[in-house]
């Protein structure tokens, strides 16, 4: 570690939320260009700097502060220097001439001990001169903070945060509560402020530690897919975090229930626990769902009758179930369709589609991703949109949507179908529901043998297991799509089936290996060299998907080695490297998590912004189109040729999309997909998992690994468990 010790002569970048900065520093060698988190320095001011040099590709020899201490001005010059650089509002540079001229060496101490002395200089009234005081006040104790929290560990960023938050409060809220932290401030979670909190000395039995880890357990069930926890199950995963006896946490409960901060509800006889939101969430939801469910007068031999002018029109001919589907569509203000691949649900749309057209009606089409939206306008030649468009996404507050439908302003239409149900969680539907007007007709249609949602909930699941609402079971496999084994062999797999693996198909390929490496090797021909040709795709469409994140046929371990083949290290492609990961002009990569705020642009050939709009999701696939160093920003394109504009700092929300997670596929359909398939944990390698990787595939589907694995998947139904409350929210809003 090195030490650097100058003037602030110019700075050129300030990030003001988290004080990233880059400046000019003249010491008295050098005028160096130094990087770092610099909060709250404004020029002229002197500092000590540790850290070390780094040569930047674009910008040479630079210097990256890990720590600095801002130095009172040793000498008249430098006093001056720093009083007229604007760091304090009202004085310029001639004024701290004369500031600095009258009181010499004794400068910074009149303005800290004698601020009303400054009156005596000319140009300063008495009201400027405690204004001045006041802002000097604010600056040193801002930097005292700083000094404060860098003592326990606190990084220079994160002490930023603290300070704007609390102001001088802190220190008594870090004695007393440091677990408010997790509370109050985005991006600090339970285990930094129980890291802090050791540091300052609070006991591990403190009803402040157990309180906050409990409700911590609860946010990490929600990552999980769970909107709440059985009461027992959640005293057992608190303790092994908190590391002290189920008993400690127990008797808080109550406690935390009388303040608003969870609810406890018994179902089935079994206490269960939620975060007051998700329960709050479900019941709402519930009600919306009740009230949506209105029955319609239609006689039966007029919607016959128009069935049958539909199918000669359209020259196809729907089964018992599709008719009835369409029937429980046009008699009742919710209906749910739920069926396979290959069953007929595009038809069953197309003809609800139709016969609502032919009354007149105003329809919305939407799906939650926008792959599925895009299918969607495909299959039925109507626009589709994503479900946050649908309702005119605004970017709300930082880190949760905001809608422009609501209640207040709902959608205008007479008929809503939202397809791949199955995807949207809790958060999404409730937030929906809330836009769609009472007399809308909503009709769900789903795979409810999907994996569930992304986020927490399992709503399609819930809605159908309630047994409130009138569900149609679309189970026939059609003759066109009784020819591919893809979908045969799906629902094979769906059925508990064995599936042959015997390579005759023209689409559903086993290619037995049992080595990871060999594996990824054959990975790598087919991608390259075998499928593009036989499905008339790009090998970048050719998808990889695979159970897990981690080990030898993980996500992050494949799309390394796909990398170096797929894209390769090139002098004419910039790269940026970004943790573990070096991203590189031309890589395929995806959105990790949902940001409702990030702008969007599609462009002209000249590069001008055409059409803007917000958020890019979770799931998200793009390729990334520059890297520009200078800027620090990396343009990623995704999907409908949107242009999203990263900077360095945002890279945390993107990763290398060669292979994917078979959850992160949901709702998408590739031309081919490969599937490495060797050994994992039982509770992850289930039926299910493996029903909505095959079910991706629109073309050609090649599974490369160990043969026995597959079949044990098929065997293992044990999916893992979600917990929710939908179900039972509905049942008890029986009659509403």
Same mark, same amino acid.
């Given at each position: 570690?090195?030490?650097?010790?100058?003037?602030?002569?110019?700075?050129?970048?300030?990030?003001?939320?988290?004080?990233?900065?880059?400046?000019?520093?003249?010491?008295?060698?050098?005028?160096?260009?130094?990087?770092?988190?610099?909060?709250?320095?404004?020029?002229?001011?002197?500092?000590?700097?540790?850290?070390?040099?780094?040569?930047?590709?674009?910008?040479?020899?630079?210097?990256?502060?890990?720590?600095?201490?801002?130095?009172?001005?040793?000498?008249?010059?430098?006093?001056?220097?720093?009083?007229?650089?604007?760091?304090?509002? %009202? =004085?310029?540079?001639?004024?701290?001439? *004369?500031?600095?001229?009258?009181?010499?060496?004794?400068? /910074? @101490? +009149?303005?800290? $001990?004698?601020?009303?002395?400054?009156?005596?200089?000319?140009?300063?009234?008495?009201?400027?001169?405690?204004?001045?005081?006041?802002?000097?006040?604010?600056?040193?104790?801002?930097?005292?903070?700083?000094?404060?929290?860098?003592?326990?560990?606190?990084?220079?960023?994160?002490?930023?945060?603290?300070?704007?938050?609390?102001?001088?409060?802190?220190? %008594? =809220?870090?004695?007393?509560?440091?677990? *408010?932290?997790?509370?109050?401030?985005?991006?600090?979670? /339970? @285990? +930094?402020?129980? $890291?802090?909190?050791?540091?300052?000395?609070?006991?591990?039995?403190?009803?402040?530690?157990?309180?906050?880890?409990?409700?911590?357990?609860?946010?990490?069930?929600?990552?999980?897919?769970?909107?709440?926890?059985?009461?027992?199950?959640?005293?057992?995963?608190?303790?092994?975090?908190?590391?002290?006896?189920?008993?400690?946490?127990?008797?808080?409960?109550?406690?935390?229930?009388?303040?608003?901060?969870?609810?406890?509800?018994?179902?089935?006889?079994?206490?269960?626990?939620?975060?007051?939101?998700?329960?709050?969430?479900?019941?709402?939801?519930?009600?919306?769902?009740?009230?949506?469910?209105?029955?319609?007068?239609?006689?039966?031999?007029?919607?016959?009758?128009?069935?049958?002018?539909?199918?000669?029109?359209?020259?196809?001919?729907?089964?018992?179930?599709?008719?009835?589907?369409?029937?429980?569509?046009?008699?009742?203000?919710?209906?749910?369709?739920?069926?396979?691949?290959?069953?007929?649900?595009?038809?069953?749309?197309?003809?609800?589609?139709?016969?609502?057209?032919?009354?007149?009606?105003?329809?919305?089409?939407?799906?939650?991703?926008?792959?599925?939206?895009?299918?969607?306008?495909?299959?039925?030649?109507?626009?589709?949109?994503?479900?946050?468009?649908?309702?005119?996404?605004?970017?709300?507050?930082?880190?949760?949507?905001?809608?422009?439908?609501?209640?207040?302003?709902?959608?205008?239409?007479?008929?809503?179908?939202?397809?791949?149900?199955?995807?949207?969680?809790?958060?999404?539907?409730?937030?929906?529901?809330?836009?769609?007007?009472?007399?809308?007709?909503?009709?769900?249609?789903?795979?409810?043998?999907?994996?569930?949602?992304?986020?927490?909930?399992?709503?399609?699941?819930?809605?159908?297991?309630?047994?409130?609402?009138?569900?149609?079971?679309?189970?026939?496999?059609?003759?066109?799509?009784?020819?591919?084994?893809?979908?045969?062999?799906?629902?094979?797999?769906?059925?508990?089936?064995?599936?042959?693996?015997?390579?005759?198909?023209?689409?559903?390929?086993?290619?037995?290996?049992?080595?990871?490496?060999?594996?990824?090797?054959?990975?790598?021909?087919?991608?390259?060299?075998?499928?593009?040709?036989?499905?008339?795709?790009?090998?970048?469409?050719?998808?990889?998907?695979?159970?897990?994140?981690?080990?030898?046929?993980?996500?992050?371990?494949?799309?390394?080695?796909?990398?170096?083949?797929?894209?390769?290290?090139?002098?004419?492609?910039?790269?940026?490297?970004?943790?573990?990961?070096?991203?590189?002009?031309?890589?395929?990569?995806?959105?990790?998590?949902?940001?409702?705020?990030?702008?969007?642009?599609?462009?002209?050939?000249?590069?001008?912004?055409?059409?803007?709009?917000?958020?890019?999701?979770?799931?998200?696939?793009?390729?990334?189109?520059?890297?520009?160093?200078?800027?620090?920003?990396?343009?990623?394109?995704?999907?409908?040729?949107?242009?999203?504009?990263?900077?360095?700092?945002?890279?945390?929300?993107?990763?290398?999309?060669?292979?994917?997670?078979?959850?992160?596929?949901?709702?998408?359909?590739?031309?081919?997909?490969?599937?490495?398939?060797?050994?994992?944990?039982?509770?992850?390698?289930?039926?299910?998992?493996?029903?909505?990787?095959?079910?991706?595939?629109?073309?050609?589907?090649?599974?490369?690994?160990?043969?026995?694995?597959?079949?044990?998947?098929?065997?293992?139904?044990?999916?893992?468990?979600?917990?929710?409350?939908?179900?039972?929210?509905?049942?008890?809003?029986?009659?509403?």
């Amino acid at each position: 570690m090195e030490t650097l010790k100058g003037y602030v002569e110019h700075i050129i970048y300030q990030n003001e939320e988290n004080g990233y900065t880059v400046l000019n520093l003249v010491s008295e060698e050098e005028e160096i260009t130094c990087v770092g988190i610099f909060h709250g320095v404004g020029e002229g001011e002197t500092l000590e700097l540790s850290g070390e040099y780094t040569d930047h590709p674009s910008y040479g020899r630079q210097f990256k502060m890990v720590s600095f201490q801002v130095k009172p001005p040793e000498d008249i010059l430098s006093m001056e220097r720093y009083l007229g650089s604007g760091a304090i509002k %009202g =004085i310029g540079a001639a004024l701290a001439t *004369r500031i600095v001229r009258k009181f010499k060496q004794d400068t /910074f @101490r +009149i303005i800290e $001990e004698e601020p009303e002395r400054l009156a005596e200089v000319k140009g300063i009234s008495q009201r400027k001169a405690m204004e001045i005081a006041e802002q000097a006040e604010g600056k040193r104790e801002q930097r005292q903070a700083m000094i404060f929290l860098q003592q326990y560990g606190v990084s220079q960023s994160l002490a930023v945060k603290i300070y704007q938050t609390y102001g001088a409060e802190l220190y %008594g =809220i870090l004695k007393e509560n440091p677990y *408010r932290l997790a509370d109050d401030i985005r991006g600090v979670g /339970f @285990r +930094i402020a129980d $890291e802090i909190a050791s540091r300052i000395g609070i006991h591990t039995d403190s009803d402040f530690r157990i309180r906050s880890g409990i409700l911590y357990t609860l946010i990490q069930a929600s990552l999980e897919g769970h909107t709440c926890l059985p009461k027992q199950l959640l005293s057992q995963k608190a303790s092994e975090l908190l590391k002290i006896e189920p008993e400690y946490i127990e008797k808080h409960y109550m406690d935390l229930a009388i303040n608003k901060k969870l609810v406890i509800k018994e179902m089935q006889d079994i206490p269960y626990i939620y975060a007051p939101s998700y329960y709050y969430m479900e019941m709402n939801t519930a009600v919306m769902l009740k009230r949506l469910d209105i029955s319609y007068d239609v006689p039966q031999i007029e919607i016959e009758s128009r069935i049958r002018s539909i199918e000669r029109s359209s020259d196809f001919e729907l089964d018992e179930l599709q008719v009835q589907a369409v029937r429980e569509a046009v008699c009742h203000g919710l209906v749910v369709i739920t069926g396979g691949p290959g069953t007929g649900k595009t038809t069953t749309i197309n003809t609800i589609i139709r016969y609502f057209e032919l009354e007149g009606m105003d329809i919305f089409l939407a799906a939650p991703t926008g792959r599925a939206a895009k299918r969607m306008s495909e299959t039925t030649g109507f626009e589709a949109k994503t479900i946050h468009r649908m309702l005119e996404l605004n970017g709300g507050v930082e880190d949760s949507a905001g809608f422009e439908r609501n209640e207040e302003n709902p959608l205008e239409t007479d008929v809503i179908i939202v397809d791949e149900m199955s995807m949207v969680d809790s958060s999404l539907m409730h937030s929906m529901l809330k836009a769609v007007a009472a007399g809308t007709r909503l009709i769900l249609v789903g795979d409810v043998n999907q994996l569930p949602s992304v986020g927490a909930g399992s709503v399609l699941k819930d809605i159908i297991e309630s047994e409130q609402f009138h569900v149609v079971r679309l189970t026939r496999i059609f003759r066109q799509a009784a020819q591919s084994d893809i979908i045969v062999n799906a629902h094979k797999i769906n059925g508990g089936e064995e599936v042959v693996l015997d390579n005759k198909s023209m689409d559903f390929f086993f290619l037995k290996r049992y080595d990871a490496n060999v594996i990824i090797s054959v990975v790598i021909q087919l991608i390259q060299q075998k499928l593009p040709g036989f499905v008339d795709a790009e090998p970048f469409d050719i998808q990889v998907l695979t159970p897990m994140r981690k080990g030898l046929l993980g996500v992050e371990r494949l799309n390394h080695i796909l990398q170096q083949y797929l894209n390769p290290q090139d002098k004419d492609k910039t790269e940026k490297e970004h943790g573990d990961i070096v991203f590189r002009e031309g890589d395929k990569v995806m959105q990790t998590k949902n940001n409702y705020q990030l702008e969007w642009e599609i462009r002209s050939k000249y590069g001008l912004a055409i059409e803007k709009g917000l958020g890019v999701f979770n799931g998200d696939m793009g390729i990334i189109r520059s890297i520009n160093h200078y800027q620090e920003t990396v343009t990623v394109e995704f999907e409908e040729c949107r242009m999203v504009d990263y900077s360095f700092k945002q890279m945390d929300e993107l990763e290398l999309a060669y292979a994917i997670t078979i959850h992160k596929s949901q709702g998408s359909e590739y031309p081919a997909v490969v599937i490495p398939l060797l050994t994992g944990p039982r509770m992850l390698m289930n039926r299910n998992l493996l029903y909505t990787a095959v079910t991706r595939a629109k073309k050609c589907v090649t599974l490369v690994g160990n043969d026995v694995t597959f079949q044990q998947m098929i065997a293992n139904t044990s999916e893992q468990k979600r917990y929710t409350g939908l179900r039972e929210r509905l049942k008890e809003t029986v009659g509403i």
